[in-house]
Structure formats: structure tokens, C-alpha cells
């Protein structure tokens, strides 16, 4: 299968080619035929599959076939970050067309939005919250808007925004094309798509709560003491390049950056407490690799698209098991591969069986000597009378 058998435009095979990519994946030899055809689409598939290039395309290649002074397509995603991964594949597949499109997120003034929709744009990607602000205030126009999409559904359930969707299509019309994109599919979620598509086809690649096959997986058990030293034990002996850190909180997260620059690492921290220009600066110099480590909550989770992350790190466990396949699907990103490394403490050993169950199988437990059993500035033996948890039979010591 290559992108010249799915139907796209010789414009958007140019785009495509100038980018190197020889093969669709599977997700987007999956919906880019049916979405073409019109027809509505349920896509079922893990972060890091390429899916946002899966709908893209073939947005672009229907609406470069006329003009209209209004807005045509809506992409709805949940985080800022995840706009501007969509915003970004739009103008690179879109570069040899004359479409324009525009952003609007909370966090930012709304002004140069409100101008930037008066000018006129074909396709609009916004987050729930900003959309309805210019809804209210009467900017925005669906009065020829032909394709809905609503990427990372769950994640829009998990942040509240499901209510903000349903008051948004009201407001779309009955008519239109209408894309579903979920790394799951809870109750809630197939409840809305049976609301809002007419006749979908479902897509679904892989099982859900299935990682990116390219991730190799380790569990390190730790002391909850020395999950600092332990992180800058690996990073120094694995050599890590490019090493997105995940932490529970915001707090932790600036606490961890502050640590490993004392260390000498060129760390940052990204979450909802830094303004946008400042997350939109951190990344950039985590893509150019002038940042080595990348602290970030949940936030980076979903939407952050950089290639060549070599580790992910799950500094704490998060409590949602779903969390972790998405926080590991920023490794291995387009069937590369990469390292997803989880520090877990005695305190998450539930949370990790549970991640287990979710994903299928049991993940590989190497224990390194002094780590798993003593707290911090204790060379072997754990303090008398303070218990540990062993890790299961069969780990790896080294």
C-alpha cells in the first residue's frame, strides 16, 4: 500500500513525498478510502499511529475541490497542545493549497482570533472553552461547515468537555460529514458517536489499551526515597538523549526540574500552570534537543507530537491505567521504537497490576542494587524496623 493507491490529490502526494513518508499506516489506509468517500468514521487507535495525518489528508484533498467564504471544516481537540499538532499537519500536507486556517485556544488574547475569523477560513481547529466564548459572542459561523471532527474523545470525556461538544453540534448542521477519533471507547463516548454519526464505519487498529508495538517496557521497583537518584542513575547509564519525565503534579514536576538542573541536566518542566508562549518555547527547544529532559503532568500525555523521544519515564504511576498507554505512546512514535521506563514504589504496586490487566501482560521488573531497598544516603541495608516491598520472582537484578 502507498499514499499514491488512496484517492488524494497530486498537491497533497507532493506535501506528503517532501516529508519522506513512503507508507500510510495502518490507521490511515484504513480511513483515508472511507473518508473520502464521504462517509462518517469511528477511528479507534492508539496515540502515535498517525491518525491525525488520517483525517488531514483527506480533509484537505475534499475541500481544495471548491471555495466558500465561510468556515468549512471544525476539528475540535481537548489540550492547546494537541491544536497545534493538528494545526501543523494541516499546513504541511496543505502547503500546495490555497486554504487557510486558523487556531483559537484559551490562554492567549481573543482578539487576533475574532480577526482571523472576520478575514474568512476554510478550516478552524479549536478546544471546547474558546469555541463557545466565540460562539456567544457571535464570530463564528457554521453555516457552511461540511466536516465535524472531534479527535481524542475520551480525553474530551476525561476533561469535562462532552457537555460543551453536544452544545457545539447543536449549533452545526444535520448535514456534514463527521469524524471520531478515541484512544478508547467507554460507555459515554460510544453513547455520543450513536448521537451524532449517521451509518459510521468503525476503525479500530489494535486492541484497546494496546501500547505502540515499537515500545519496549521495564518497571524499575523503587523506594518512593530515591526515585531521583534512580532517574539520574538511568539517565546517565542509558545514555538518554531525549527523555520525556512524566510526574501526578505540577508541584513535583518544577520540584524534579529544579533537582536535575543542581545535576547538570538541562531539564524544564511543561504543565497548565506555564503560560503558552513559555509551553510553546519549552517544546520547541525539547524538538530541537537544546532541552534534554521534559517534566510534564498529564497535560503532555495526548497532542504532543515529537519525533526521536528515545525514553519515557513514568517518574509516579498514574492512577487512570489508560493514562499509561498514552504517556508511553510519545516513544515509538510512527512504528519507530523506544524505551518506556516506570519507577514504582510500594505505594503503586496496585496501580501497576492494574495497568497489567488493562494492557494484556506483565511487564518486565529489573532491580537495580541500592535502590529498591533503602532511603536517601544509605549505601545497603534498609534502617531497622522500615519494611519494603520485594519485587516479584523472577525480576532482574543488576
Known amino acids: ?101 486558523t487556531l483559537v485556544f484559551g490562554g492567549v488574547g481573543i482578539v487576533p482570533q475574532k480577526e482571523a475569523l472576520r478575514r474568512g477560513v476554510d478550516i478552524l ?28 474523545a475520551d480525553r474530551m470525556l476525561d476533561m469535562g468537555f462532552i457537555n460543551d461538544i453536544r452544545t457545539v453540534i447543536k449549533s452545526v448542521p444535520p448535514q456534514r460529514q463527521t469524524l471520531l477519533f478515541s484512544a478508547t471507547m467507554p460507555e459515554e463516548i460510544r453513547k455520543l458517536a450513536n448521537e451524532i454519526l449517521k451509518q459510521p464505519e468503525f476503525i479500530e487498529i ?93 497535560l503532555a500525555a495526548r497532542g504532543l507530537d ?9 517518574y509516579e504511576i498514574p492512577d487512570v491505567p489508560e493514562d499509561y498507554v498514552h504517556r508511553i505512546g510519545r516513544t515509538a512514535r510512527a512504528e519507530a521504537t523506544g524505551d518506556a521506563i516506570s519507577l514504582v514504589s510500594p505505594g503503586e504496586r496496585e496501580s501497576l497490576r492494574n495497568i497489567e490487566r488493562l494492557i494484556g501482560t506483565k511487564i518486565r521488573q529489573v532491580v537495580i542494587d541500592g535502590f529498591e531497598n533503602r532511603g536517601p544516603g544509605v549505601a545497603q541495608a534498609a534502617p531497622k524496623g522500615r519494611v519494603f516491598s520485594r519485587p516479584r520472582p523472577g525480576a532482574v537484578r543488576v
Open 1 to 101: 500500500m502507498s499514499f499514491e493507491n488512496l484517492g488524494l490529490s497530486p498537491e497533497i502526494l507532493r506535501a506528503v513525498k517532501s516529508k519522506n513518508y513512503a507508507a500510510p499506516t495502518p490507521i490511515q489506509a484504513q480511513a483515508i478510502p472511507v473518508i473520502l468517500q464521504g462517509r462518517d468514521v469511528i477511528g479507534c487507535a492508539q496515540t502515535g499511529t498517525g491518525k491525525t495525518a488520517g483525517f488531514t489528508l483527506p480533509i484537505l484533498n475534499r475541500l481544495q475541490k471548491g471555495e466558500s467564504p465561510l468556515l468549512r471544516a471544525l476539528v475540535l481537540v481537548p489540550t492547546r497542545e494537541l491544536a497545534l499538532q493538528v494545526h501543523d499537519s494541516v499546513k504541511t500536507y496543505g502547503s500546495h493549497l490555497r486554504l487557510r486556517t
Open 125 to 152: 481547529i479549536a478546544t471546547p472553552g474558546r469555541l463557545l466564548d466565540l460562539m456567544r459572542q457571535r464570530c463564528v459561523s457554521f453555516k457552511n461547515l461540511e466536516v465535524l471532527v472531534i479527535d481524542e
Open 206 to 298: 489494535a486492541r484497546q489499551g494496546t501500547p505502540a508495538g515499537g515500545v519496549r517496557q521495564v518497571v524499575y521497583p523503587v523506594d518512593a526515597t530515591c526515585k531521583r537518584e534512580l532517574l539520574m542513575h538511568l539517565i546517565e547509564k542509558e545514555q538518554m538523549s531525549r527523555v520525556l519525565v512524566f510526574t501526578r503534579t505540577k508541584h513535583r514536576a518544577d520540584h524534579l526540574v529544579t533537582h536535575l538542573k543542581r545535576k547538570g541536566k538541562r531539564a524544564e518542566a511543561l504543565h497548565s500552570n506555564k503560560s503558552q508562549l513559555v509551553r510553546t518555547q519549552t517544546l520547541e527547544a525539547f524538538r530541537k534537543g537544546s532541552v534534554q529532559v521534559l517534566v510534564a503532568t498529564n
Open 306 to 314: 515529537v519525533k526521536e523521544v528515545s525514553h519515557v519515564v513514568n
